[in-house]
């Protein structure tokens, strides 16, 4: 994935690039294609690229184990000089772009950025009901017949609590 940063003048330039995402190391669950809008601004001395990235994910819920889909984005900033400085070293996502490189290659970035992007956490949707802790029934589907009988309504608050933490 990269820009040939010498086709553009000098200013503000909108790219959109799109691959596969295992054609950029992201491999399962990773699946589709990575988006990847930049917005880049050419001047003598930088080039500064924004780019807002998307990606979809296949996930397995934490509480129903019901495999779901899921869009992961993230947001970045890289920044290349034409000069070489002490800076560059220290700071991060500062490169230094030598003259014989006409390209801005940022497969690793994209790669890097969409693993960062995967959540600790994978819940299916915010009020995901699980499943019953007895029968294994996906509640997300309905009831199951032994829900009201064992639960005795001494327990709910607590049920609620618990079901907030997972
Ligand atoms: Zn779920
Ligand atoms: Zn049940």
Not at 6 to 28: A, C, F, P, Q
Not at 42 to 69: P, T, W
Not at 126 to 139: A, M, Q, V
């Amino acid at each position: 994935m990269y820009i040939k940063y010498t086709n553009y003048s000098d200013g503000i330039h909108d790219i959109r690039l799109v691959k596969k995402s295992n054609e950029v190391g992201l491999e399962k669950p990773f699946w589709g294609n990575v988006i990847v809008e930049c917005k880049m601004d050419k001047s003598a001395s930088q080039i500064i690229l924004d780019c807002d990235m998307s990606v979809h994910g296949k996930f397995v819920c934490d509480r129903c184990n019901e495999l779901f889909d899921r869009e992961l984005k993230s947001h970045f900033q890289l920044t290349y000089l034409f000069t070489k400085s002490h800076a560059i070293s220290d700071e991060e996502n500062v490169f230094y772009l030598s003259p014989d490189v006409d390209k801005l290659v940022i497969t690793n970035d994209v790669r890097d950025y969409g693993l960062l992007s995967v959540p600790m956490k994978n819940l299916c949707s915010p009020d995901c009901k699980g499943l019953c802790p007895h029968c294994g029934t996906n509640l997300n589907y309905g009831q199951c017949s032994c829900e009201r009988e064992k639960i005795n309504p001494v327990w709910e608050p607590l049920l609620k609590i618990k079901n907030k933490l997972n």
